[in-house]
């Protein structure tokens, strides 16, 4: 790249920085700045909330890991990625349920009414790593377009990125984040399309939906560990589901609805890019839309710069308000100590807290798409609890046991531990999809099985108590 292009690139960072911050509203109540309502104290509105979950859930990491899966693999690698937005209109029903039998505010409070404190806190631990995934793995794909890992450069646009969103976070919380949501979703969805028109000439639609094999051995085991995971994975992700609790139960649903089937086209045509490099032979590096972007040329290329700003500053303003309800809101009213929504200031300092802490993992190297599978795999527990919550009024041994299982099971396929004999299939991801398949029916049985005693020593009783 030269001078003059980098100065341009470097440009529009500043200028995206800038604009985001000067569009977004500021909030003056904390309903506002933790809620997302406007300056009458009015809900979010249909339209602005289809936009925002669509787009927050839009990350960098997942459009850059979806055309490197379609360089791997294909449209299977595409349609594997994508898969995971299928998740967006199941929580959203879950959600629905919940609010509408159970009357809950939140999915802490929801669950702490269900299976207790421990259970609840629990929960918020995993969803704590699971935000504190989103800054780094976010930012670091922007970082990529302005260098290469060590490179400084690749750091400077890492941290000026976080820096202009937390900024703009700060000035308006949930409010503001939901607001510029909306024009980071147009930002997308247009220059998406301008990519693709610039990528159909030179492959044909043709051939970029023909291509990849629908084997095991050819992406088709990380589509089932993504249709294996849509049930647990969107439960552990605030930036998705505080979206749940900001307006009508109806409303909420259709805007889950709609943003779902959105993502879902919008994450698989991006995908595209991947299966463009692999016809062509562009080599993807780990970064295919960087690669194709240099490949097509420098307008290309600032589209895909302008993709990837708008994508993960919608994820990471969405994780520091997440951080914020979090830790300033919910953990609090767990503990009893919180009785009223507390000052903008106390979330404002969490904000900067984890926008600072949240970096450091980015210096130390890692691999983006285990941001989503191995976490995926660590809150498969979280299936049962959500899907047949139902069936108990009140069984905090049934939380656990399937909840730690998922965990355990997380953890000894990040360390290596989980035999071979686990293994479903010879693909890549046999091992992956081994340990989602067999883990999903241990943790539902570990769910069942204090319901299952308890009607063994109460026969009379149709529903645990």
Same mark, same amino acid.
Not at 235 to 258: I, Y
Not at 361 to 375: E, N
Not at 394 to 411: A, D, E, K
Not at 421 to 439: E, H, K
């Given at each position: ?154 750091? *400077? $646009? @890492? ?5 202009? %969103?937390? =900024?703009? &976070? ?6 503001? +984040? ?122 290309? *290329? $600032? @589209? ?5 700003? %708008?994508? =993960?500053? &919608? ?6 308000? +997440? ?143």
């Amino acid at each position: 790249m030269t001078l003059d292009h980098s100065l341009l690139f470097w440009g529009f960072l500043l200028v995206y920085g800038g604009l985001m911050y000067w569009l977004s509203p500021r909030s003056h109540s904390a309903a506002s700045f933790y809620r997302g309502a406007d300056a009458r104290g009015n809900p979010v509105g249909q339209w602005s909330l289809t936009a925002s979950i669509f787009i927050s859930w839009i990350f960098a990491k997942s459009v850059t890991n979806a055309a490197n899966l379609g360089e791997a693999y294909g449209v299977v690698g595409g349609l594997a990625y994508a898969t995971y937005w299928l998740s967006i209109p199941l929580a959203g029903y879950v959600i629905y349920l919940i609010r509408t039998q159970t009357g809950a505010e939140s999915l802490t409070h929801f669950l702490t009414s269900r299976f207790g404190r421990l259970a609840a806190l629990s929960f918020g631990v995993a969803i704590l790593i699971r935000l504190y995934n989103e800054v780094w793995s976010n930012t670091a794909v922007v970082g990529g377009y302005f260098g290469m890992p060590g490179e400084p450069g690749y750091y *400077l $646009a @890492a941290l000026l990125f976080t820096a202009f %969103t937390l =900024a703009y &976070s700060l000035k308006g919380g949930l409010r503001s +984040s939901i607001f510029t949501d909306m024009i980071q979703a147009v930002l997308f969805v247009f220059f998406v399309g301008a990519v693709l028109f610039l990528v159909m000439p030179g492959s044909g639609p043709d051939r970029l939906l023909t291509t990849g094999s629908f084997t095991l051995g050819g992406g088709m085991d990380l589509l089932l560990v993504a249709g294996l995971q849509i049930f647990s994975y969107p439960f552990h992700d605030p930036v998705l589901t505080d979206r749940g609790f900001v307006n009508r139960e109806k409303t909420m649903l259709k805007s889950f609805a709609v943003a779902g089937l959105l993502g879902f086209v919008a994450v698989f045509a991006f995908s595209l890019l991947g299966v463009h490099a692999q016809l062509q032979g562009i080599e993807g590096m780990g970064n295919t839309p960087a690669a194709v972007g240099q490949a097509l040329g420098l307008a290309a *290329l $600032a @589209a895909m710069t302008i993709i990837m700003m %708008t994508s =993960a500053g &919608s994820t990471l303003d969405s994780t520091f308000t +997440s951080f914020a309800k979090s830790l300033a809101v919910d953990l609090p009213r767990l503990a009893g100590r919180l009785r009223e929504l507390p000052s903008m200031r106390v979330g404002a300092v969490v904000m900067v807290v984890f926008a600072i802490l949240g970096n450091l993992p980015m210096f130390a190297g890692t691999d983006i798409l285990k941001a989503t599978t191995v976490s995926g795999t660590m809150v498969m527990g979280l299936a049962p609890v959500f899907l047949f919550y139902r069936l108990t009024r009140w069984s905090p041994w049934s939380f656990h046991l399937s909840f730690w299982s998922g965990v355990g099971l997380g953890i000894l396929l990040a360390a290596g531990l989980i035999p071979e004999a686990w293994r479903i299939g010879d693909g890549p991801y046999g091992l992956l999809l081994g340990v989602n398949a067999w883990g999903l029916l241990l943790c539902t049985a570990g769910f069942f099985l204090p319901l299952v005693l308890r009607l063994i020593r109460s026969p009379r009783l149709g529903e645990a108590r």
